[in-house]
């Protein structure tokens, strides 16, 4: 499909005056390597996070009907304009069903003859539809008072959830408000596209703490995100002998909300459910090199299944002394010092 060139109105003054805006990508860096920066733990964020920044005002005027509308023969009034107020990925972490929160409005002149209202994701790598909701139309008065001659503006607002499928990672989608005279939202109709975005596709985590105490109980902490884990709701930490081949254990995750995690990775939608903290007994197999954990989201409960998988850098095992003191009298030798050894855990 063509892209789209959309208008918005700004005040100047007791002006409005439209301008021309180019579709914008929202796209996360990538993380080269396998260490990733850590999330600022002191920035606060809700677990639904907005994907991208429409900060205009929030008007917009009529956009001609060739560049916005499809399948119809327009004819009286042409206005066609939207706006969206706010898109967010959300998350259900009972189910691992992504959905796309989305809210706005859109006018249509010809609403009395179209009065079907859908909205509708497109996935525009692949070129075809992702899933539709049809909208329940929301009071919006503010609109009517810039469009008071369009038919229907009080009630042009929407605020839809649309489920999400689990392959969509890295893709570019589109989100359309469409008005249609046919009762499943296809027939002759009135579409609005909003500017493209992208869903991010990058599989990040970090390893925040491991501490082990007197009982010998190892706690392993830490954060894992990426929307190429849709659908999987298992969540477990693996303990690995990479040098031997073979796993030692794994525990399933409680989740741990991670706001700060949601806040650098506003674009994953497991992000403020992405924490973990998970017990091991230590046994001598965690003494010695080349120990892994590995993050893993999974759709089986058992920690197996289709999986997607966070490899942490082998831990440094470490082995130090010192040498404090020594006296050679009376033909013996007095030495003092320390030896410490994770061998020793």
Not at 120 to 138: K, P
Request: with cysteine; glycine share 6%.
């Amino acid at each position: 499909m063509a892209k789209k060139t959309h208008y918005k109105l700004y005040k100047r003054g007791k002006l409005w005056c439209s301008a021309l805006i180019a579709v914008a990508i929202l796209s996360t860096a990538l993380i080269a390597g396998q260490q990733t920066a850590k999330a600022d733990t002191n920035t606060a964020s809700p677990q639904q996070v907005q994907l991208f920044d429409q900060s205009a005002p929030l008007q917009s005027p009529a956009v001609s009907p060739e560049r916005q509308a499809n399948n119809t023969s327009i004819t009286g009034d042409t206005t066609n304009a939207a706006y969206l107020d706010n898109c967010q990925l959300t998350i259900d972490p009972a189910t691992g069903q992504a959905s796309l929160q989305a809210s706005g409005w859109q006018v249509n002149g010809q609403s009395n003859q179209q009065p079907y209202r859908y909205a509708i994701l497109f996935d525009n790598t692949t070129n075809s539809e992702i899933n539709r909701q049809q909208i329940v139309a929301q009071a919006r008065p503010d609109v009517q008072q810039v469009y008071p001659a369009v038919p229907n503006s009080a009630n042009t607002g929407f605020n839809v959830k649309i489920p999400l499928s689990n392959d969509l990672a890295g893709h570019t989608v589109s989100l359309i408000a469409r008005y249609s005279d046919d009762a499943t939202g296809e027939g002759h109709h009135t579409d609005y596209w909003f500017a493209p975005f992208k869903i991010d596709g990058t599989n990040v985590a970090s390893l925040d703490g491991i501490v082990n105490d007197q009982e010998g109980i190892l706690t392993v902490s830490g954060w894992h995100a990426s929307n190429l884990a849709l659908g999987r709701k298992y969540h477990y930490i693996i303990a690995f002998y990479s040098s031997q081949g073979h796993e030692i254990a794994r525990q399933q995750v409680v989740p741990v909300q991670r706001p700060d995690v949601a806040a650098v990775y506003p674009a994953i939608a497991n992000a403020g459910n992405a924490g973990f903290s998970v017990q091991f007994q230590l046994s001598p197999e965690y003494s010695r090199d080349n120990i892994q954990f590995i993050s893993r989201w999974t759709d089986d409960p058992a920690g197996n299944g289709d999986a997607v998988d966070y490899w942490f850098n082998p831990l440094a095992k470490i082995n130090r002394g010192n040498l404090d003191s020594w006296n050679l009298s009376d033909g013996s030798v007095t030495v003092s010092g320390w030896h410490a050894n994770d061998a020793t855990a």
